[in-house]
T-cell receptor
Framework: AQSVSQHNHHVILSEAASLELGCNYSYGGTVNLFWYVQYPGQHLQLLLKYFSGDPLVKGIKGFEAEFIKSKFSFNLRKPSVQWSDTAEYFCAVTPAGFQKLVFGTGTRLLVSP | ETGVTQSPTHLIKTRGQQVTLRCSSQSGHNTVSWYQQALGQGPQFIFQYYREEENGRGNFPPRFSGLQFPNYSSELNVNALELDDSALYLC????????????????FGPGTRLTVL
């Protein structure tokens, strides 16, 4: 069965600091990879996704993620965080050909102004 | 364009009771997926409906069942509620079109918070 691990459950940063959230998945076949974000009081929304091609993908609000196949990783990065990035971030995978999302446990990011 | 809506927002039930949660999919979407998010956990896939048929199921017992209607709205039914069923239930809609469906974004609703006492 597929599984997703997010190593940091809580992260606290000051504004302008750089962000990297770790995500590793366990699955033997081809996967599609996602990062979702949930801002306080809002729905889960898609931040970025990777299906194939360039392993460095760019998403909304200056976020990017790099797929490293050999490490089964899909880490999320942002060079300079803002207070408005305070949210919970979820890494997720789907086996290729399916829409069933397998989520990690999430990382709560708090950015202090 | 209307987003995904869910009702009710909150619900309190007691053990052994039955509950029905509702989801209206985003306009133009024909696929609905349901997820359970326990406190401190990521969402877990319950099942998916595509054009009124179940199209995949996660590791949930048969007392979790669902329906999809001709207008693509959906219901999640849970029988014989247990304390561990307390969670946020999320509905996500998307456009499913065979082999290309995996590339279509799933749009999530706000969820229904179920508390079982």
């Amino acid at each position: 069965a597929q599984s997703v691990s997010q190593h940091n459950h809580h992260v606290i940063l000051s504004e302008a600091a750089s962000l990297e959230l770790g995500c590793n998945y366990s699955y033997g076949g081809t996967v599609n990879l996602f990062w979702y974000v949930q801002y306080p009081g809002q729905h889960l929304q898609l931040l970025l996704k990777y299906f194939s091609g360039d392993p460095l993908v760019k998403g909304i609000k200056g976020f990017e993620a790099e797929f490293i196949k050999s490490k089964f990783s899909f880490n999320l990065r942002k060079p300079s965080v803002q207070w408005s990035d305070t949210a919970e971030y979820f890494c997720a995978v789907t086996p290729a050909g399916f829409q069933k999302l397998v989520f990690g446990t999430g990382t709560r990011l708090l950015v202090s102004p | 364009e209307t987003g995904v809506t869910q009702s009710p927002t909150h619900l309190i039930k007691t053990r052994g009771q039955q509950v029905t949660l509702r989801c209206s999919s985003q306009s133009g979407h024909n696929t609905v997926s349901w997820y359970q998010q326990a406190l401190g956990q990521g969402p877990q896939f319950i099942f998916q409906y595509y054009r009124e048929e179940e199209n995949g199921r996660g590791n949930f017992p048969p007392r979790f069942s669902g329906l999809q209607f001709p207008n693509y709205s959906s219901e999640l039914n849970v029988n014989a509620l247990e304390l561990d069923d307390s969670a946020l239930y999320l509905c996500a809609s998307s456009l499913g079109q065979g082999r290309l469906a995996e590339f279509n974004e799933q749009f999530f609703g706000p969820g229904t918070r179920l508390t079982v006492l």
